[in-house]
């Protein structure tokens, strides 16, 4: 028999790690972001693999980046977009751009050029346009600008942080000189950039803003979004949702309250709601986020309030309209759940069971049909299920 040892920190970074997944529009494939080390090269390259959720091998999709990230399929299942920096054409992209590839393979299509880089991102329904987020200089106007004050940004000589902002960091790195996050919506067509907050005084908020932040709704009409409606930004600000009309750029709030943080906004399928995570700050900073739902020319309610664990997004719509999907942390292991909005009761849809030790659940939805792809990790261990109406995807094991 085989002697059993210690894994040691080799051992650790020769495990390739599954990352961001996506579902196809049937829910047959999932495309997914596999990152591997090099201690020799002392870097990391992160790649897109394409999986079957009916078995089969993995196909790699991508090998030319070096750190292709965020994968999300179109919603006609044509294409497949993705977050890297690469170089075509003789020139490397100085940050992230937007790209697209084909999910039988082929080369990749750089469909972004904005110079101050893409962060997240999410496609609208009709598969023609993306809408992004994107730290941006407010007091500008046209990606032109952006483009001439980066570039001076990046030429300039000195090296210090200048700010007046109390909070100009977030955890380990700093929010981005002189920026705030703004929403912008890409043509994929003509590449043509529009940033949705130009000259209005909004933006998303300055700790890590990602595709959860925003929503949009199924008739590509509207996006929903947390901000901070404060005069002051802050970070620990309570943030409120606002909508804006993509035909108009109107923007309305449609959920405010001075004691309550509201994020994650999600549109259920026929728009007439709006389910996002609350948490009650003004009565006490600890308070954990808890399910609200929104309806729409209504008041907004908390559906959770009787159930003591913290709401995590991403949030998902149920098909029938009647529960909302998320994870929650229950006895040191975090679970999927499934929230009956008329009971006013959660069930464990997927209990982060089968192990000895913390086992740990992350999903990413389809629409049609419902379903969700679940990443299962384990310190111990890495588990698959599959279960009805569900498919599971396994990661590395992380320990033995």
């Keep these: 028999m085989?002697?059993?040892?210690?894994?040691?920190?080799?051992?650790?970074?020769?495990?390739?790690?599954l990352g961001a997944l996506s579902l196809s529009p049937d829910g047959a494939q999932a495309v997914c972001t596999v990152q591997s080390f090099s201690m020799e090269e002392n870097r990391g390259q992160t790649s897109l693999w394409l999986l079957s959720t009916f078995g089969g091998g993995p196909r790699r999709l991508t090998s030319c980046?070096?750190?292709?990230?965020?994968?999300?399929?179109?919603?006609?299942?044509?294409?497949?977009?993705?977050?890297?920096?690469?170089?075509?054409?003789?020139a490397k992209d100085g940050t992230a751009q937007l790209y697209v590839i084909a999910p039988d393979g082929g080369e990749a299509r750089r469909i972004s050029d904005f110079a101050p880089g893409i962060e997240s991102f999410k496609w609208l329904p009709d598969g023609k346009r993306i809408a992004f987020v994107a730290w941006v200089w407010p007091e500008l106007r046209g990606t032109r600008a952006q483009?001439?004050?980066?570039?001076?940004?990046?030429?300039?000589?000195?090296?210090?942080?200048?700010?007046?902002?109390?909070?100009?960091?977030?955890?380990?790195?700093?929010?981005?000189?002189?920026?705030?996050?703004?929403?912008?919506?890409?043509?994929?067509a003509s590449g043509r950039i529009v940033d949705l907050f130009e000259g209005t005084g909004h933006e998303l908020s300055r700790a890590e803003p990602d595709a959860n932040c925003f929503d949009v709704s199924s008739d590509g009409r509207h996006i929903v979004f947390a901000h901070d409606p404060a005069p002051e930004k802050r970070m620990d600000n309570c943030r409120a949702l606002a909508e804006i009309d993509l035909r108009t750029r109107r923007i309305t709030v449609v959920a405010h309250d001075k004691g309550w943080d509201m994020e994650a906004p999600r549109y259920s399928?026929?728009?007439?709601?709006?389910?996002?995570?609350?948490?009650?700050?003004?009565?006490?900073?600890?308070?954990?986020?808890?399910?609200?739902?929104?309806?729409?020319g209504g008041r907004w309610k908390v559906m959770s309030a009787a159930w003591d664990h913290a709401v995590h997004a991403p949030l998902r719509w149920d098909d029938d309209g009647q529960s909302v999907c998320f994870t929650a942390e229950h006895e040191a292991r975090n679970h999927l759940w499934r929230f009956d909005l008329r009971a006013r009761a959660p069930r464990a849809s997927l209990p982060a069971a089968g192990c000895s030790r913390s086992t740990w659940l992350r999903a990413w939805w389809s629409p049609r049909p419902m379903r969700w792809t679940i990443r299962r990790a384990c310190m111990r261990c890495a588990t698959a299920s599959r279960l009805a109406g569900w498919s599971a995807s396994m990661t590395s094991c992380w320990s033995r």
């Design 2 to 17: 085989a002697q059993r040892r210690t894994i040691g920190i080799d051992d650790l970074w020769k495990f390739e790690r």
């Design 65 to 90: 980046g070096e750190k292709d990230g965020q994968p999300a399929r179109s919603p006609t299942g044509e294409r497949i977009a993705f977050l890297a920096r690469r170089e075509q054409q003789g």
């Design 147 to 188: 483009a001439v004050r980066f570039k001076e940004f990046k030429e300039r000589k000195e090296t210090a942080y200048v700010t007046s902002e109390a909070q100009y960091r977030y955890w380990d790195h700093h929010v981005p000189m002189g920026r705030v996050a703004h929403l912008h919506l890409l043509d994929v």
């Design 269 to 296: 399928a026929d728009g007439a709601r709006i389910a996002f995570i609350a948490a009650n700050q003004g009565k006490r900073h600890t308070l954990p986020g808890q399910l609200a739902v929104l309806e729409r």
